[in-house]
């Protein structure tokens, strides 16, 4: 019968990613949130549905992993079984592509964000230098922009200096 699906994928991940980054609970956590966000998409769900199931989670008390692992086995075989589809035939399908596609997908894994807060707090910062930079040169309205002018002029020109030091 072959080794359980569970040994299979460690045995790809450790083969693929190294032990390290294999037994990386955080890492491997941020992967299962990516791959359960691109599920929902698939589906169809918006950002704003997901963000709000993603508010109303971490509004809560946080549970036991193994109780919260079994019940997203359980979501996620409802959810196949609602799309007339097998868990473990779609598992296995994709273990085979991941084989097959074993450098295409170490090359992606290096290039992905590592959500740590050390690789894409400076994208994060200069989308949210953008809009600021935005909202300072629409303000303040006409009517009330003679006192402002000067401030709001020199406030965009420091937030594009230190912008320049912000890598992207």
Same mark, same amino acid.
């Given at each position: ?24 609970? #955080? ?9 359960? *966000? ?7 769900? @918006?950002?704003?549905?997901?963000? #709000? ?9 946080? +549970?036991?992993? %193994?109780?919260?692992? +079994? +019940? @997203? ?21 994709? *273990?085979? #592509? ?14 992905? %964000? ?8 400076? @994208? ?20 009330? #922009? ?23």
């Amino acid at each position: 019968m072959g080794l359980p699906f569970q040994h299979k994928v460690i045995r790809w991940c450790k083969t693929a990613f190294g032990e390290k980054d294999a037994a990386d609970k #955080r890492m491997r956590a941020l992967r299962f949130i990516e791959e359960a *966000l691109e599920l929902g998409q698939a589906t169809g769900l @918006t950002r704003a549905e997901a963000q #709000r199931v993603l508010d109303y989670v971490y509004d809560r008390p946080i +549970g036991e992993i %193994p109780q919260e692992i +079994g +019940g @997203t086995m359980v979501a996620l075989a409802s959810l196949v079984g609602a799309y007339g589809l097998g868990m473990y035939t779609c598992g296995e399908n994709e *273990l085979i #592509r991941c084989w097959q596609k074993i450098e295409v997908i170490r090359q992606r894994h290096a290039a992905k %964000p590592k959500f740590d807060g050390t690789d894409t707090d400076n @994208t994060l910062a200069s989308e949210r230098v953008d809009r600021i930079i935005q909202t300072v040169q629409s303000w303040p309205p006409e009517s009330v #922009r003679s006192p402002y002018q000067q401030w709001a002029e020199l406030l965009v020109k420091e937030i594009i200096r230190l912008r320049s030091g912000v890598r992207v």
